[in-house]
């Protein structure tokens, strides 16, 4: 039996701990590899709140900031139990929730500040468990983007962590446009302020751009056994240089991927999608699904400065109860560049596609919070425009309702790791208007599973867009047989976990299963 470690800042196998696509992996995998006879562990963070109801398994005790450092390691209860895998959650004062999803910080002034000093105790509490077999006799330790990285600065460099050399250590890159970068010294969130006590080889380490800072994205690249992209259509973008917005590939760190890729610890291996126990969603809960997150948004203080937009969207939401739109078009996301780049640079295109539906009484719907700018630049569109609903919040049931009842799901990506949205909206049997990059490549194919957009600059991008739709709208009203097809043909596809985790014991795990 090989007795696994997963190490995130994201784990939606237990309650409240998503903020994206990386809760899902995180969820996924070590159920699938559970289900294969072998042991699994996955920690997280507490970030103050997820400990509450846990138990207490041991206090870890190790040197930061020249000082003696106490952590709690919490065994907690999974949404599903699953033979051979536990949950555990590290709690101390100082990992704080942040803003986003209750998890990360917004450190708009200093990039990383909050959440480079929680990860920094995090990730050191979790070297000490390891090192002290709270997890038991670990084989393989599964790090996930650069949150968790520093468990391979520790094994490189700190003596007392020696120790974990012994252990293989792979690393998922799922957002590399996030790096986690920090300065060595002269900062209360660097390097030298927390770890005075390890010799390091900044060149090893730094950025390449700003080279008085460490780039924990880099580290994790450069020191894992295994290196691995969601997708492969996505590692082969990211061995290239990033030319903006036309194309995002290695952003800055394409050296290190490509030397990755010689030596042949660079993989690209595509995230399934979760098939079983999915939540079960009736039809025509919609509108009232909208209507009852507004009024539970109502009731929560942090939202109370939205409550003239809440009430604006459900005015807007109750004509369509009774009254469906013939086309619906919906996107969930994280308001980020990455998700809505083309919105807010082309703000006249996403209008042109507003235009569009209207004439064949469409609406388009988007949810999600994220980055104040976006939230502010769709709160300003739904004001103006009748037949955009924007639901400025995070609702499962609400969710769940938008992938059953759209007709359309709409994914502008600037670029795509992976992506669970489309395939989540194609087990609907529902097409998928996407850009073509990443993930999306490997998953959503012109007007056979969906349709896709391209261009070689991004104006023809933008045009291309706003041009897929008139294809979409008269396939739509005018060949039915040809819209059934497609969407018959999405349902089909099928991204399992199951064929993925034989391709991560083969290719990342160098276990023959």
Not at 435 to 442: E, I, M, P
Request: aromatic share 12%; hydrophobic share 40%.
């Amino acid at each position: 039996m090989n007795n696994f470690l997963f190490v995130s800042a994201e784990n939606d196998g237990i309650a409240n701990c998503k903020a994206g696509g990386m809760g899902d992996v995180v969820r996924d995998v070590p159920r699938q590899i559970s289900t294969r006879g072998d042991r699994t562990h996955v920690v997280v963070p507490s970030y103050s709140r997820l400990h509450k109801n846990g138990v207490l398994l041991t206090t870890l005790n190790f040197r930061l900031r020249g000082i003696v450092y106490l952590a709690d390691l919490y065994e907690v209860k999974p949404k599903k139990e699953f033979t051979n895998l536990h949950h555990y959650v590290i709690h101390h004062p100082e990992i704080t929730a942040g803003d986003i999803a209750h998890i990360y910080h917004n450190d708009p002034t200093e990039p990383f500040y909050n959440d480079a000093i929680k990860y920094f105790i995090f990730c050191t509490a979790v070297a000490e468990g390891i090192k002290k077999g709270a997890f038991g006799q670990i084989d393989i330790v599964h790090l996930h983007d650069w949150h968790s990285s520093l468990l391979l600065f520790l094994r490189a460099y700190d003596p007392a962590y020696k120790s974990l050399k012994e252990i293989r250590f792979v690393y998922t890159i799922h957002n590399l446009a996030i790096q986690g970068i920090r300065p060595f010294e002269n900062n209360y969130a660097s390097i030298q302020n927390w770890f005075p006590h390890i010799a390091i080889d900044r060149e090893k380490l730094m950025d390449y751009r700003y080279q008085d800072c460490i780039n924990l994205m880099a580290v994790g690249i450069r020191f894992a056994d295994a290196v691995h992209t969601v997708s492969p259509s996505y590692k082969e973008d990211v061995l290239l240089p990033s030319a903006p917005p036309e194309f995002i590939g290695g952003e800055s760190l394409e050296k290190d991927l490509q030397q990755a890729d010689n030596e042949g610890r660079l993989f690209g291996i595509l995230n399934g999608c979760n098939y079983n126990n999915i939540r079960v969603a009736n039809k025509g809960q919609l509108y009232r699904n909208i209507v009852k997150a507004l009024f539970g948004w109502l009731q929560d203080e942090s939202k109370k400065y939205k409550s003239d937009f809440l009430a604006h969207t459900g005015e807007k939401v109750m004509r369509y109860v009774g009254n469906r739109p013939k086309f619906i078009v919906s996107s969930v996301a994280r308001l980020t560049e990455q998700k809505f780049y083309f919105f807010k640079r082309s703000t006249e295109a996403f209008v042109e596609v507003l235009d569009k539906l209207k004439k064949v009484d469409g609406i388009m719907m988007i949810l999600g919070t994220g980055d104040p700018d976006y939230e502010n630049l769709l709160r300003e569109m739904s004001y103006k425009y009748e037949n955009f609903i924007f639901t400025n919040g995070q609702s499962e049931d609400l969710i769940d309702s938008m992938y059953l009842e759209s007709d359309l799901y709409f994914m502008p990506s600037l670029f795509e790791p992976c992506g669970i949205s489309q395939m989540l909206a194609m087990r609907n049997g529902h097409p998928c208007l996407v850009h073509h990059t990443g993930g999306l490549k490997d998953t959503v194919e012109h007007m056979k599973t969906g349709f896709s957009f391209d261009g070689a600059t991004y104006e023809e991008k933008v045009k291309n867009m706003v041009d897929s739709f008139d294809l979409i709208l008269d396939i739509f009203e005018n060949d039915k047989a040809t819209w059934k097809k497609i969407g018959a043909n999405a349902k089909k596809m099928r991204f399992t976990w199951e064929k993925s985790v034989d391709d991560y014991y083969k290719l990342l795990y160098s276990i023959s299963n």
